[in-house]
């Protein structure tokens, strides 16, 4: 759906860190989605690596209350890579091993181009080398 946006791990992770110079952006492009009916769709691999990264960084506790987050908010969307997209993602690593994109990476463009998905809430540049909006890149 046009309105949903892809929720990339450094975007999850700037909604749920107050500290993170991205916050104020993120929290600008999820109300506008959003209230126009849209909802964040992340992947399960997307979840882990936003829970461990909280966890790094700001401890055990940060890490539940985003996995608390996302589980409570009706505007996420949670999609399992499952067999399938892992396969798809698999041969996307390999066609694009010349690129820098890690295996999460691929899951999430498999995922978004399965659901028609072309922004997302991320800082990471491998988004756009994919063809995606990446909409918390510097302008």
Same mark, same amino acid.
């Given at each position: 759906?046009? @309105?949903?946006? +892809?929720?990339?791990?450094?975007? &999850? %992770?700037? &909604?749920?860190?107050?500290? $993170?110079?991205? /916050?104020?952006?993120? /929290? /600008?492009?999820?109300?506008?989605? !959003? ?5 964040? !769709?992340? *992947?399960? %691999? =997307?979840? $882990?690596?936003?829970? *461990?990264?909280?966890?790094? @960084? ?5 890490? &539940? ?18 067999p399938d997209r892992f396969e798809a993602a698999k041969a996307w690593f390999r066609k694009h091993s010349d690129?820098? %994109?890690? +295996?999460? $990476?691929?899951?999430?463009? !498999? ?5 028609? =998905?072309? $922004?997302?809430? *991320?800082?990471?540049?491998?988004? !756009? ?5 990446g909409l918390l890149l510097p302008e």
């Amino acid at each position: 759906m046009a @309105r949903d946006l +892809f929720t990339d791990t450094s975007g &999850l %992770y700037a &909604l749920a860190d107050r500290r $993170d110079p991205l /916050q104020a952006r993120a /929290q /600008q492009w999820v109300l506008s989605r !959003v209230s126009a009916g849209g909802r964040l !769709v992340l *992947t399960d %691999y =997307i979840l $882990d690596e936003a829970c *461990t990264l909280a966890k790094a @960084r700001a401890g055990a506790a940060a890490a &539940l209350r985003l996995l608390a987050l996302v589980e409570a908010s009706a505007g996420f969307r949670l999609e399992w890579v499952g067999p399938d997209r892992f396969e798809a993602a698999k041969a996307w690593f390999r066609k694009h091993s010349d690129h820098g %994109y890690s +295996f999460t $990476d691929c899951t999430s463009f !498999v995922v978004m181009r399965e659901l028609k =998905i072309r $922004d997302a809430l *991320t800082s990471d540049r491998h988004f !756009v080398e994919a063809g995606f909006h990446g909409l918390l890149l510097p302008e």
